[in-house]
């Protein structure tokens, strides 16, 4: 059930070429610069080098954070695996850094992205169904809006993005918390096979049956053991959905929090589910619900509570998947500001949580507005206790399954670069706020990993993954032991 297609004759014939009296990297970007041009001349006409002044390297290098962006002295589009086998070996030969970037996402500096060579997935961008496996194999450059929509005239849909804009690679790797997760477990848990681009430039279509430990690895610990390109994920009957925002203004604040707590330690419904967020700029405090069934329509009376509070707009109704995805449009309405991310996980979602959870959305936008004019979000983002249930099979990412946690999700955006390191240092003063406050409730969230999709780039390893580092990090010198991947940003191994 797989298959290891060899580059290294190809590679030494392309690289002694490509390279001449290429060294290792001692003059900064002209060295670089000599990797971008060996790139150039090493991948197949399908793939294609950028540079600055170019739609493309515009495109390539542009992130939904702009703190994410950096401009890179090149950036290159591979076609196919066997050309991201080739640029590996490059810019590790040259010692070069790289990023990868799927979507674009991620918020932490420099994880997809680099000032050198930036390595866009792009054009792996199909997907393929196939009705008898009941799978799609999925490029990685692809955004799970895109996904969805190819998916539609099947019926069916994936585990993917809970909101708009969300890169298929990093989603995934990172461990992916869906709308269907109650139902499914997480999207590494419907994983049956990655085509991997090994550090060593060999392409591989890792599974269970192949590669175990492997399989294991890329499962939660996104680009430590080579670059992903295309994904086989189970795909599940998919009809209509209902669901939809509703948005409330500070009056309503106390009830929201009120439902939301009743919801999320009620709810048995795997198809229902709701997102519930505490939002604030320009000192504007709102709270935004968004109600999910994975059905035409709900079990009567099962959202009622959220409608009895007086709301400022509503747009919830029965449409398609890619429709709701549309409709979390508020959730990207800074995209294009400095950002930052980070989590704390939590037992249940009690009264108490959320008061301080609306307290600190409030208190830190008066706080930072002098600063830079910031938006910030607090995410509410419940599981049933028997989510992780779903998953059969360990993975890097959660390092236990004996106790589902659910999220809060914190986010801080700002405009001026200048006030970097002061908002960075406000997300984590709030978040150590939330926690404490967790842990005063009486929740034992001491084992609770943080997930990496939404982890500053500072959070040791061993708050994500737990008793698990040791074993991915004897993997990573078995599957890399030259250690190719440390040139490219990112929770490293």
């Known amino acids: 059930m797989f298959a290891t297609r060899s580059l290294s004759f190809l590679l030494t014939a392309a690289l002694s070429t490509a390279f001449g009296s290429l060294t290792p990297r001692s003059d900064g970007e002209n060295t670089v610069s000599q990797a971008c041009s060996a790139i150039s001349s090493a991948i197949s006409p399908e793939s294609s080098v950028y540079y600055p002044g170019t739609a493309e390297y515009e495109r390539d290098i542009h992130h939904w954070a702009s703190s994410s962006t950096q401009h890179s002295v090149c950036t290159v589009e591979p076609a196919t695996a066997e050309d991201v086998g080739k640029i590996l070996q490059i810019v590790f030969k040259s010692g070069v850094e790289f990023g990868v970037k799927s979507g674009g996402h991620i918020a932490n500096p420099g994880f997809s992205s680099s000032p050198d060579v930036l390595i866009a997935t792009s054009r792996f961008n199909q997907v393929q169904y196939n009705s008898e496996s009941q799978t799609a194999v999925i490029g990685t450059g692809l955004i799970f809006d895109d996904v969805y929509a190819a998916l539609a005239p099947y019926n069916v849909s994936v585990c993917g993005g809970r909101v708009t804009g969300i890169g298929v690679g990093g989603f995934v790797l990172g461990g992916g918390y869906s709308w269907k997760a109650n139902q499914h477990g997480l999207a590494v848990d419907t994983v049956v096979a990655f085509e991997l681009v090994k550090p060593d430039g060999s ?12 399989f294991f690895g890329l499962k939660g610990s996104h680009n430590n053991f080579g670059i992903v390109t295309r994904i086989t994920m189970k795909a599940f009957p998919q009809t209509s959905v209902w669901g939809g925002p509703v948005t409330y203004l500070a009056p309503s604040i106390s009830d929201v929090s009120v439902a939301v707590a009743k919801f999320s330690t009620s709810n048995n419904d795997p198809k229902a589910n709701i997102v519930a967020t505490y939002d604030c700029a320009a000192t504007v405090p709102v709270a935004i619900v968004f109600l ?32 709701f995805i549309h409709s979390t449009y508020t959730s990207n309405a800074t995209a294009g500001a400095r950002g930052a991310f980070h989590s704390v996980p939590v037992v ?33 983002e419940p599981y049933m206790p028997n989510m992780l249930s779903n998953g059969k099979l360990a993975s890097a ?17 700002w405009l001026d670069q200048a006030h970097d390191n002061q908002l960075l240092d406000n997300v984590k003063q709030s978040t150590t706020r939330i926690r404490d406050a967790v842990i005063a409730d009486g929740q034992d969230i001491t084992s609770a990993p943080l997930y990496p999709n939404a982890a500053l780039a500072d959070t040791p390893l061993e708050q994500m993954y737990g008793g698990n580092v040791d074993r991915l990090r004897a993997l990573r010198a078995r599957v890399d032991p030259e250690n190719v991947m440390r040139l490219a940003g990112g929770f490293r191994f």
Not at 203 to 214: I, K, Q, R
Request: proline fraction near 9%; glycine fraction near 4%.
């Open 203 to 214: 392409v591989a279509t890792v599974t269970e049956e192949s590669d175990a430990e492997l």
């Open 292 to 323: 999910y069934y994975d059905e035409p329509s709900p079990p009567q009376g099962l959202f009622d509570d959220f409608f009895k509070i007086p709301a400022l707009h509503k747009d919830v109704h029965e449409r398609s998947l890619s429709s």
């Open 348 to 380: 249940e979602f009690s009264e108490n949580v959320l008061r301080v959870l609306a307290e600190e959305a409030h208190n830190w936008c008066l706080q930072n507005l002098p600063a830079s004019g910031p938006f910030v979000a607090y995410g509410i």
């Open 397 to 413: 990412y959660p390092p236990t399954r004996e106790k589902t946690f659910s999220m809060t999700n914190i986010y801080f955006g």
